[in-house]
């Protein structure tokens, strides 16, 4: 394994991840429950993530692009319009929930299953497939791609329960929702026009 490969890897997803909807997911998700549930749930669905362009890679270009848009726009209006009419709960500022021990799991597949879909098809997990083929270094690239990917994570995980000390939970819900919408637009468009 090619330290410098991990090291390359690790830089380009990262910063590939920062302003990507996984982030923003994660970020949503740590304002909500407890972060290490979150946490557990999100790095899962990475390592399957990275799993499947490490393995499949190649087949994810061979998606049509239009069809990968469109589903993209349609599941940014359901999370836009999850987020904006959950009536489940108190909404103003609080600490995360902290979950029993038997809600582990209801956090941690819930979050993984958000990222999972969030993820595929991806940016990031197209890179990573690009990267382990140009390097032919598999178990170097999939740890720096996952490094990369759990480091972003983590941060939007811990900035949201720190946002919520100074944000109003409605207003990071309205915001999120707001941009969730702007990706769906951007992405039914692309599908649409082509």
Known sequence: ???TVLAITFGIVFLAELPDKTALASLMLGTR??????FAGVAAAMALQVGLALVAGHLLALLPQR?????TGV???????????HHGGDEEGHAAKEPSA???W???????????VAEFGDLTQIMTANLAAKYADP??????AWLALCSVAVIAIVGGQKLLKHVPM???????????LLMASFSIFKAVTG
């Open 139 to 144: 178990l170097a690239v999939g740890l720096g």
């Open 75 to 85: 599941l940014f209006l359901a999370g836009a319009a999850m987020l904006l009419f």
């Open 33 to 38: 429950y407890r972060a290490s549930y979150v």
């Open 67 to 71: 069809w990968v848009e469109g589903v």
């Open 106 to 116: 209801k956090v941690a597949g819930a979050s993984f299953v958000v990222v999972a």
């Open 170 to 180: 409605k207003v990071i819900i309205r915001v999120a929702a707001g941009a969730m």
């Open 1 to 3: 394994m090619s330290p």
């Open 102 to 104: 038997n809600k582990f």
